[in-house]
C-alpha cells in the first residue's frame, strides 16, 4: 500500500535526476534532486528550516483560528436568519472573489509591516471556504429536526449544539479543510510583507540569492505540512462524522 504512494514521487525524481544527467536542465534554474537534499539536511542542522517553518505555522494557526471563529460565527447566524442572509448577501458575494494578495496594500495601511498584516491576509483567506460551508451545511439540515425541536420548545442554544452544528457538521469539517489549505497558500504571499523569517520569506530569500535549491525545498515543506495537516483533519473528520 505505502509502496504504491511512492510509485509517482520516485519516478519523478527519476526523470528529474535523468533531465540533469541528460544536461536538458541548467543547475541555476532547476539543481539536481541531491542538492535539494543537502540544503535541506544542512538547514536541519544549523536550525534555520526549524526557524523558518516554526514561523510559518505559527503565521498560519493564527490566522486560521481568528477566521474559524468568525466564520463560524456568521455562518451558523446567517445559516439560521433569512434577514441575516439578504442583509449579508451582497457584501459578501462582492468580497469573496478578491483575492487574498490584492489585501496586502489594505493590510500594510491597517496594520503595518508587523505580524498583524500577515495574520489579516491568512484570516481573509480561510475565511470564506469555512464559512460558506457553514451556511450551506445549516441550510442542508432536514427541517424536521428543526420542527421538532420546536415542538419540545427546545432553547435556542441547545438547537444549536444538539442539533444545528451536528447535522451541519459533514459541511463544517469540509469547509475547515478547505479553510488550512487556503491558509497555507496565503503564508507564503503574507510573507512577503518584509517578514525576517518564514518559509515564503525562505522562498524569497532564495530567489534573491539565485539558489533554486532553497525555493525546491521551501516549496516541498509547504506541500508536506499542509499534507501532514489535511491528513490530520480527516481523522477528526472520520471521527467526528461516524455516524453518517
Known sequence: ???????????????????DLAGWIQPYTMPPPEDV?????????????????????IRVLEGFAIALV????????????????RLTEGILQV??????????????????????????????GAFFPILINTVEGIK????KFLELAKVYETSRRRVIARVILPGALPFIMAGIRLG??????????????AAQAGIGYMLMDGRSLARPDMVILGMLIIGVIGKLLDDLLRKITKKAIRWQ
Request: proline letters at 6%.
Open 70 to 85: 468568525l466564520a463560524l460565527t456568521l455562518g451558523i447566524v446567517i445559516g439560521l436568519s433569512r434577514a441575516a442572509e
Open 140 to 143: 442542508n439540515i432536514d427541517p
Open 180 to 193: 488550512l489549505s487556503m491558509a497555507w497558500i496565503c503564508v507564503v504571499a503574507a510573507e512577503l510583507i
Open 95 to 124: 468580497i469573496q472573489p478578491i483575492p487574498p494578495i490584492a489585501w496586502i496594500p489594505l493590510a500594510i495601511l491597517w496594520f503595518g509591516i508587523g505580524e498583524g498584516s500577515k495574520i489579516y491576509i491568512i484570516a481573509i
Open 1 to 19: 500500500m505505502v509502496a504504491q504512494y511512492l510509485i509517482l514521487p520516485l519516478a519523478l525524481i527519476a526523470v528529474w535526476k535523468g533531465a
Open 37 to 57: 537534499v543537502a540544503t535541506g539536511v544542512e538547514f536541519v542542522e544549523d536550525g534555520t528550516l526549524w526557524q523558518h517553518t516554526k514561523a510559518s505555522i
